[in-house]
């Protein structure tokens, strides 16, 4: 028996993303949901919304997403040995969406191929990531590749919640000689029990969300999560210093709204500050803050105001490259943070990430949480290339806010439905999108695709 070579540098060797072809402009949602001028705009930071119709699912989005990457990256699926799915857009309460995707190999044969989908709100595709890095890293690798899809439809009840919906996938090829190389064993996670966010009524989509406390169970996540990423770093690799935000050059982070993200900066400046208050001049404004308790500080309005203005530089230093995704689609759920590594990758060019250190923080309401870091060691310009985000994102549809409305009625009125034909039109979609047929008396799904030019 021939012993496979142990796996090095392994990471992601390619990614790419899907988002639907159509958006609605918050500012004209804003008029007409009759709210005031910039509560979406600038209260979320958000400028548009993606989002789809009957004719959309969570297996045909990921079965676009994943046939398009392998069609744009040349990839063969004799090649793959594990796909892991995370994602919470729940269809079957058994049947998982890898096994739907797994129709996509069959030309192949290849049907040896293991993984599995993981659910826990946003944090599923990190933990599929996790799952597939794991498994190349073990004496469980057989050398083949492997393939992470993340993907949500987030929609939410009309109401306060519903701009902050979106819909995306991404798919990563993960191998060894990875041009982002996953640093093992630096990663912090953090997990405890919460109902901030939550999906119990299986008769529909929309999820129970209790608003204020999935802030504060973000921002704690963060503190947790990034206090135990340094605690790792400065025992295995901070050389000496005591490590913080210095040693990491991009930070991106889940981005259920983008003015999430900026207060998720602030607090990683904030937990820098608690570290050591004394460490650097920039902390000289923020002095009266030493002997707020950190359970105090998670509604101090003060004190969340100082070190947004305080971590502002870094901020657009180290983290708003990697909003353009999220503020142009929405939230993706699962594939949030991916789609901020892509969106990174499209905006810096490599002379800048050459060697540098990216972290991604996840979380995932209820709750589960991890800041993690990769390290930029080859060219990623193909990759930049090849997913042309900028580009894609100027290729979609605008809709008046009307018919986002009707498309969010249609979907409500369909969930679940049975001996269904859906009637979206499928000269809306971009081509290559898979998209739903119909659902037989027996809740099976017909799909079929649109052609390529």
């Not at 930029?376 to 809709?399: F, G, M, N, P, Q």
Request: aromatic share 12%; proline share 4%.
């Amino acid at each position: 028996m021939t012993a496979v070579t142990r796996a090095e540098n392994i990471g992601v060797r390619a990614i790419d993303v899907y988002f639907p072809s159509r958006y609605v402009d918050q500012a004209e949602l804003e008029q007409h949901d009759g709210v005031s001028a910039g509560k979406y705009t600038i209260g979320l930071g958000q400028s548009k919304m993606a989002f789809c119709d009957d004719r959309e699912d969570i297996s045909s989005v990921c079965m676009t997403a994943v046939q398009g990457f392998m069609e744009k990256f040349n990839v063969s699926y004799s090649d793959i040995g594990r796909l892991e799915v995370g994602t919470e857009t729940i269809i079957d309460k058994s049947k998982s969406t890898k096994t739907a995707l797994m129709r996509l190999f069959e030309e192949s044969g290849n049907f040896s191929v293991e993984g599995i989908d993981t659910t826990n709100a946003c944090y599923g595709g990190t933990s599929a990531l996790f799952n597939a890095c794991q498994w190349m890293d073990s004496a469980a690798w057989d050398g083949r590749l492997a393939l992470v899809v993340a993907g949500d439809i987030a929609v939410y009840a009309s109401g306060n919640a519903r701009p902050s919906g979106g819909c995306g996938v991404t798919c990563i090829l993960v191998g060894p000689d990875a041009p982002l190389a996953l640093e093992f064993p630096l990663r912090g996670t953090f997990m405890e029990h919460i109902y901030d966010f939550y999906k119990p009524n299986m008769s529909s989509e929309f999820p129970t969300v209790d608003g204020p406390l999935s802030v504060t169970s973000y921002v704690r996540a963060v503190d947790h999560a990034y206090t135990a990423y340094l605690d790792k770093l400065d025992k295995f690799g901070s050389g000496g210093e005591a490590a913080s935000l210095k040693d990491i050059d991009y930070l991106v982070f889940h981005s259920p709204y983008t003015k999430q993200v900026v207060k998720g900066l602030a607090r990683i400046a904030y937990n820098d500050f608690m570290r050591a208050p004394e460490s650097s001049e920039v902390f000289a404004e923020v002095q009266q803050f030493k002997e707020v308790s950190r359970e105090e500080s998670y509604g101090n309005k003060v004190l969340e105001k100082a070190f947004i203005d305080l971590s502002k530089s870094a901020f657009a230093a180290k983290t708003e490259p990697s909003l353009l995704a999220a503020r142009n689609i929405g939230n993706m759920y699962t594939a949030s943070v991916f789609f901020g590594l892509a969106s990174l990758l499209s905006e810096v060019p490599y002379a800048q990430l050459e060697g540098k250190r990216v972290a991604l923080f996840s979380y995932g309401s209820g709750c589960a949480a991890s800041l993690y870091s990769f390290r930029v060691r080859a060219d990623t310009k193909a990759i930049a290339d090849t997913i042309r985000l900028r580009e894609r994102l100027e290729l979609r549809t605008k809709v008046s806010p009307v018919e986002f409305e009707r498309a969010m009625e249609l979907r409500e009125k369909t969930h679940n439905a049975q001996e269904y034909e859906p009637v979206g039109n499928v000269d809306d979609l971009f081509p290559g999108t898979y998209y739903l047929q119909k659902i037989d008396s027996m809740w099976r799904r017909a799909y079929g695709r649109t052609p390529l030019n």
